[in-house]
């Protein structure tokens, strides 16, 4: 059978800078087309859509031009497409694979609705998601909500043990200037409030006066305008400590950052669905540091893979747990080793294409 993998078209695919949405969708696609025929649409210099509108529209017309129709799509986290591709394909099967209940808070009440009553299957990527979702919308019945959470190429992360990881580190930290002796603390992400990077910044600073080695490095996209309140905010908070602000950076840079870091704190302060870069860190053998609530339990496991922190909100307790780790780097690279043992047996892109694969099966009969 043919699928029709249908990406957001706000971003194009990797390497060009996007979002974990074309990323995820890039290696499922790639997986997927192993063992069945693929048709995968998304943004490219060729397609400039204006509006999500005029960019469905137009991939509904190579669609429907195509030899070979599609057996089944499959819609990477844009709810408003499933409405007008079931006007067009009626009859073909329909998953949605949301990645976060992000978006759909912005949806009127009757385009939800009909929406989600003409789905087949809605796939999301953790168990908090999917029960965040039922207990929202009654009109999603249990049965057609599905757990498949992502994979991690580990070739693209190597350990930061590893011969290749070992190089890229020396290479990083060489580039950068930082001693052997000294420590760096990673976190990368949106550069939004939700995401903690002031209060970060605030631990930060506790566990630098008990550890002056330390340094704080943050990957993430800027506002644009220097002026900005909460730009204006971070570099208060920043002020006098080793911190550096690399901006955003391509995907297929991050693993050696990764492998130049000592340590990755994630501490989101609103919910998120699952916390695929805590995956990404993990690869890389670096112990994980993570807000202890909602889908990124499902991302990092305690004592595992790294500490969750449950008062969140407490600057205080993120820099407990850092300087903890930090105090004991033998430990913190047990912690990293064994937390890539983990991602190795749990999340790999075959297992979830495996699973997406079972589920077409089932909603085609």
């Known amino acids: 059978m043919t699928i029709c993998c249908i990406a957001p078209g706000t971003f194009p695919f990797p390497p060009a800078p996007c979002t974990s949405v074309e990323i995820y969708l890039w290696h499922l696609a790639r997986e997927l087309s192993r063992t069945e025929p693929l048709l995968l649409y998304g943004k490219t210099d060729a397609v400039r859509a204006d509006t999500p509108v005029s960019y469905l529209r137009h991939v509904l017309r ?9 057996a089944l799509f499959h819609v990477e986290n844009r709810i408003p497409f499933v409405v007008p591709i079931k006007k067009r394909f009626a009859q073909t099967p329909l998953v949605l694979n949301l990645h976060s209940n992000v978006l759909i808070q912005d949806l009127s009440p009757l385009t939800l609705r009909m929406s989600l009553s003409r789905l087949d299957a ?47 580190r020396a290479k990083v930290r060489a580039r950068h200037q930082i001693a052997d002796d000294q420590q760096i603390v ?39 305008d220097e002026r900005h309140p909460f730009h204006t905010l971070l570099r208060e908070k920043a002020a006098g400590l080793p911190v550096r602000f690399f901006g955003f950076l391509p995907h297929d840079r991050l693993p050696a950052y990764y492998a130049a870091a000592d340590l990755f ?3 989101s302060q609103q919910p998120e669905a699952f916390g695929l870069v805590n995956l990404e860190a993990s690869a890389a053998a670096l112990p994980v540091v993570a807000t202890g609530r909602w889908g990124l339990c499902e991302s990092v496991a305690q004592d595992v893979s790294g500490r969750l922190v449950e008062a969140f909100a407490d600057p205080a307790a993120f820099a407990w747990e ?5 105090d004991d780097p033998q430990g913190a690279a047990q912690l990293g080793v064994s937390g890539r043992n983990w991602v190795e047996r749990r999340f790999s892109w075959e297992r979830t294409a495996r699973q997406f694969r079972a589920l077409y099966a089932r909603v085609r009969t």
């Open 62 to 70: 190579e669609v429907k031009q195509h030899s070979s129709p599609p």
């Open 122 to 168: 809605l796939v999301v990527n953790s168990r908090y998601l999917q029960g965040d979702l039922l207990a929202r919308y009654p009109v999603l019945p249990k049965e057609k909500v599905h757990v498949i959470q992502p994979g991690i190429d580990l070739t693209q992360f190597p350990s930061r043990f590893s011969p290749t990881g070992a190089a890229l």
């Open 186 to 224: 990673l976190t990368a992400g949106r550069f939004t409030p939700r995401k903690g990077i002031a209060e970060l910044l605030d631990a930060f600073r506790l566990v630098h006066t008990a550890q002056p080695q330390s340094v704080l490095w943050i990957i993430g996209g800027r506002p644009r």
């Open 265 to 267: 704190v994630c501490p």
């Open 322 to 326: 850092i300087g903890r780790l930090l």
